[in-house]
Every structure is written in C-alpha cells, then in structure tokens.
C-alpha cells in the first residue's frame, strides 16, 4: 500500500509531498468458527512476548470501505443513534480519508510459530489486512475518567467479556437491527 501525503510544512509554510508504504504484517481469517489474525512469516518474530497480554489492538486497513467517495466522506448519519450526524473523527464509520481502523480483542490463542493469534470478535471481514498490533495496557490504553458524546449516554462503560454480558438493547444498536 503505498500512501502519498501533501502537507504544509508548519516551520517552513510550503507544500511538500511525501509518499510513503503501509506494509501489511497479515490478515483477518473471518468464518462461521470465529476470527484468526494470520501474520506473515517475515513477522512472526515480532509475536515474542505478546502471549503475555490478554489483550490486543489491532490495527487494519479498511480495504472494503477504501474508495474514493467513502475517502471524501466528513460526515456520518450514526446507524446506532437516531437522527445523530457526526463528522467522522468523532466516530468509528469505516469511510475516512484514510481507512486505518482499530479494534480491541481478548487473545484467546496465540501461536507464534504459525502465526496465528485467535481472538473472540473483531469487526473486520475475512482477507482485511492488518497492518500493526500492539499490546493493550491499561496504564496508557484506557482512561479512569471519561466524557462520552452525548449519544452514548446510558452505554455500558465497557465492552462485553463473554456473551450475554451486554444489555440487549446495545447489541441490537451494534448490529443495526431496526426498531432496537
């Protein structure tokens, strides 16, 4: 994936170009029996130690979402609260200038030698390239106090660990089932 930026340089007040590649590490293996990260062989050393946390973030390009229009899109109509528009960097729609997306998963498995990283959930399809993971830790990764926007007031704080942990209600709203 290669990448071409245009900016304007804040100390020097010109444009400048800079093209630069995403290198993805892996993909997504989405079926019926769940989600598998398959990394690369050339990086499957960088899973040493990873085995230790219970958490990853994974960091994936939107490659279904990647297209011209879905790139110039700025606001969202939010499918899980009514009648709420947002611009899109205050929300998680997969139509952005640039299509990187994250999500939080609980490691289940992890095999280093096959390059394979089990995890319960995550909101990518089957081949989406993953181009970064990183350990969550709660120290730097989750805030003590929070304000939510004013359409997830009476959210759930957190995300559900296990089925049957999130009001149903939320899961309808996620799922974008009419008439939650």
């Not at 089990?118 to 181009?131: K, Q, S």
């Amino acid at each position: 994936m290669r990448v071409t930026a245009i900016h304007m340089h804040p100390k020097e007040n010109n444009m400048t170009t800079q093209t630069f590649t995403l290198q993805p590490i892996g993909s997504v293996e989405a079926d019926t029996t769940g989600f598998t990260l398959k990394i690369d062989e050339a990086y499957r050393e960088g899973l040493l130690g990873l085995d230790q946390f219970s958490h990853v973030i994974v960091f994936w390009w939107g490659d279904q979402s990647d297209t011209e229009q879905a790139r110039a899109t700025l606001t969202e109509k939010l499918y899980y609260a009514d009648d709420i528009e947002a611009g899109v960097f205050a929300c998680r729609t997969p139509n952005r200038p640039n299509p990187v997306l994250m999500t939080v998963c609980a490691i289940l498995h992890i095999d280093a030698v096959a390059g394979t990283i089990v995890v319960p959930y995550l909101d990518a399809e089957d081949g989406t390239p993953i181009i970064d993971l990183k350990p969550y830790i709660g120290m730097s990764d989750r805030v003590k106090t929070l304000t939510p926007s004013s359409w997830f007031q009476g959210w759930p704080q957190w995300i559900a660990e296990k089925e049957g942990d999130m009001p149903d209600w939320v899961m309808a709203k996620l799922m974008n089932i009419p008439d939650a």
